[in-house]
Each structure stands twice: as C-alpha cells, then as structure tokens.
C-alpha cells in the first residue's frame, strides 16, 4: 500500500523515488504548504484514484513522474501552477477527457 505518511516531508527531502515496487492504492492528499520535494518518481506502480489537487503545495516541483500506473481522472491542468515544473510525464494511466481547449494554449512555462 501507499505509505500514509507520503506527503508529510520534512524540509530535508528533496528526491523521492518508489518507481518499481508494485506499491498499490491511491495517492494520499497529505501534501502540506512548504514542501521542498523537487522530483517524485511513483513510476512502473500499481496506483489507482485520482490525482490529489494537493500536489500543487509541492511549489518547488521539478519532476512528476507518474507514468505506468492505474491513475484515473482527467487530465490536471492544475498542475500548471507548478512554475519549476520541468518533466511531467503521465503516460500509461487512465486519464480521459480533453488535454487542452483548442483555443486555450496550457501554460507550463519550463515544461
């Protein structure tokens, strides 16, 4: 299962990576205001649910990588608030709907 705790770093932690390791359930929203993780790796999982808005405390987000899980939802366009959001990537979920309105460009500016 997904560590409860997920979410809950300390001013320390700045890389966490728990790709591979067949961890199941859903992303808990535990991320506080303040947070310092720069890259999360929850690659090659078995996570399922939606994508927690909450992610958007971790302010100083470089990497998002989500791919090869069971995330379900539409696409978080939400994630554009994350301004040092430099890789993203979300492929082999179940996210459906629209990436973006053809008259609206998404605003991921270092993306």
């Not at 939400?78 to 008259?103: C, D, M, Q, Y």
């Amino acid at each position: 299962m997904v560590p409860l705790c997920l979410g809950n770093f300390s001013d320390s932690l700045r890389v966490l990576d728990l790709r591979s390791n067949k961890i199941n359930g859903a992303i808990p929203a535990t991320f506080t205001e303040g947070d310092y993780l720069r890259s999360l790796n929850l690659n090659d999982n078995q996570l399922v649910g939606s994508l927690p808005r909450l992610l958007i405390n971790c302010r100083r987000l470089e990497v998002l990588d989500l791919g090869n899980n069971k995330i379900s939802g539409t696409f978080p366009h939400w994630l554009e608030s994350l301004l040092e959001l430099r890789v993203l990537i979300l492929r082999s979920n179940k996210f459906h709907g629209a990436i973006a309105n053809p008259t609206t460009k998404l605003s991921f500016p270092n993306l």
